[in-house]
Nanobody, 116 residues
């Protein structure tokens, strides 16, 4: 099993930056890809960014050029650097780990609030 703990959320003004962290523990060798998802009030959870074991990344169109996902293998941590934040980025951000068989593990989430 994989355990995920997010941190780094908070309140920031529009145009500001935040860096989210996801500490990964457990069966880390079973992980094929790591991702960040978000869920705004009244909306469905959506994919923000994903990084695969080989290093390839994908981003939601809404965050391309502003957010960067990265992984520190030595620290077993996945990061999401968020720049030029907008009020519409306000959401609970969840860390996700996907195994080779498609199984998912989730963190409990961290709240990001962007004020206008």
């Amino acid at each position: 099993q994989v355990q995920l703990v997010e941190s780094g959320g908070g309140l920031v003004q529009a145009g500001g930056s935040l860096k989210l962290s996801c500490a990964v523990s457990g069966s880390i060798f079973s992980i094929n890809a790591m991702g960040w998802y978000r869920q705004a009030p009244g909306k469905q959870r959506e994919l923000v960014a994903v990084i695969r074991r080989g290093g390839s990344t994908n981003y939601a169109d809404s965050v391309k050029g502003r957010f960067t996902i990265s992984r520190d293998y030595a620290e077993n941590t996945v990061y999401l650097q968020m720049n030029s934040l907008k009020p519409e980025d306000t959401a609970v951000y969840y860390c996700n780990a996907r195994g080779y068989a498609g199984e998912d593990a989730w963190g409990k989430g961290t709240l990001v609030t962007v004020s206008s």
